[in-house]
């Protein structure tokens, strides 16, 4: 998607969850309406690196499909497919955001949550309903949580999301720029310094290419939203 029809994008779904947070104060079936359009605007946040904005609704998507989740009876294999995967696709973003503003270890703890709340579901296919994007966010947070503590572990998690980054189609140009930026920084904490520079060309070129969709007069939000 290019930069600045994404960004139109943000400011549709920013709106709407504005207007949907009004309804849903008078009208409780509107409430997984709201937690999807929230979920919705953190993941576009989250591809535009807006992590600011990101972090100020990711909460909110986190205990909005917690409360839908729960109030639908006890987790297990039994559980709403969506109601799951909405509520591991909150959680997964607010552990990228927390990764992103260089809180690793809140980004553990939610992450360790996450996980906590998976081993009850049993058979439930999760994984198989995942986003691309969420599951490639897992494992970007995973590794930001364990660069510090465990280097191997996170290069293991960089080397997973390089496989998801590749297996995608057409991966969001920022996710590829998060990936390759992710890996460098495992393969440098790893004592690879050549492989670490490697990465960064690699997140530079994917940078450039989403440039490039901008045109020569891009409009100023689409510029500052793409640095």
Known sequence: MRIDTAHDRRRRLASDVRRLRVAATSDPERTDELADALVELTA??????????????????????????????????????????????????????????????????????????????????????????????ALVARARAALDTDPSAANAHADAAEVALHAAASPPAYLAVAVHLLTADCRWAAGWPESSLAHHRLALDAHTAALAGLGEHPRPACSSASL
């Open 44 to 137: 576009a946040r989250l591809l535009a690196w807006d992590l600011a904005e990101a972090a100020a609704d990711a909460p909110e998507a986190v205990l909005l499909s917690a409360r839908i989740l729960a109030s639908r009876g006890p987790s297990g294999p039994y559980a709403s497919v969506p109601d799951a995967v909405r509520y591991a696709s909150a959680t997964v973003h607010l552990a990228a955001v927390q990764a992103g503003l260089g809180q690793p270890d809140a980004a553990g703890r939610t992450l360790a949550g996450l996980d906590a709340w998976q081993a009850q579901l049993g058979r439930l296919p999760l994984a198989g309903h995942l986003p691309d994007a969420v599951a490639a966010w």
